[in-house]
């Protein structure tokens, strides 16, 4: 009896951790990310004194972040009405162009592996999108073809969105302003 009271112990206790650990991987933890709605940001990324969780997310995705002083590169797992992003639905993400050398949007699975669609689009930067004169850019993900600016997702595959910015003119601006970073609104499911 004591013998199997020890291995559930040891089976819960190791699947809490193991599970805690994996979350605060994707999503952070208090103080190695920030957040402004659907976009998350790891502020550390790139840089020699990122915190433990920095370098683990780092690892795990096989990134290589460029110092964060010089780019921010946000994700975006969900929508901005909190529901997870899916290659089977069609979404609008809205915004405004950046104050920036340059700036992209890019569509991964989420795990931020590439899609495989067949070679279409999958990110429009600051010198590819059709941007109106307003400086409002739309961009529309979807599986189907779309007019404009569109990224090709891919049916039954979770998304990840990643907005980076290099150079930016003013980085707290950024960082902070939830209203400066773009909106994801999901328009339909098929």
């Known amino acids: 009896a004591f ?3 020890f291995f559930v112990f040891a089976a819960v206790s190791l699947s809490l951790g193991l599970g805690t650990a994996w979350r605060a991987l994707d999503r952070g933890v208090y ?3 920030r957040a402004a709605g659907p976009w998350v940001l790891w502020p550390k990324e790139g840089n020699a004194d990122a915190d433990p969780y ?3 997310r780092i690892s795990r995705l096989g990134l290589l972040p460029v110092n964060s002083s010089n780019n921010l ?3 975006a797992l969900q929508d901005s009405s909190g529901g997870a992003l899916n290659g089977g639905c069609t979404y609008d993400v ?3 162009s950046f104050a920036a050398l340059w ?3 890019a569509l991964y699975d989420a795990n931020g592996g590439t899609l495989q669609n067949n070679g279409r ?3 429009l930067n600051s010198s590819t999108i ?3 004169a307003d400086g409002k850019f739309l961009i529309r993900v979807a599986p189907d073809v779309q007019p404009g600016n569109w990224l090709a997702s891919v049916r039954a595959v979770p998304l990840a969105l990643r907005l980076t910015i290099l150079r930016p003119l003013n980085t707290d601006a950024i960082i902070n302003a939830e209203d400066d970073l773009p909106t994801i609104r999901r328009l339909g499911c098929s």
């Open 3 to 5: 013998l199997l009271r």
């Open 31 to 33: 103080g190695s990310t």
């Open 54 to 56: 920095t370098q683990a």
């Open 73 to 75: 590169v946000y994700t």
């Open 94 to 96: 809205r915004g405004l």
């Open 103 to 105: 700036w992209g949007v």
């Open 121 to 123: 689009r999958t990110s």
């Open 130 to 132: 059709v941007m109106p």
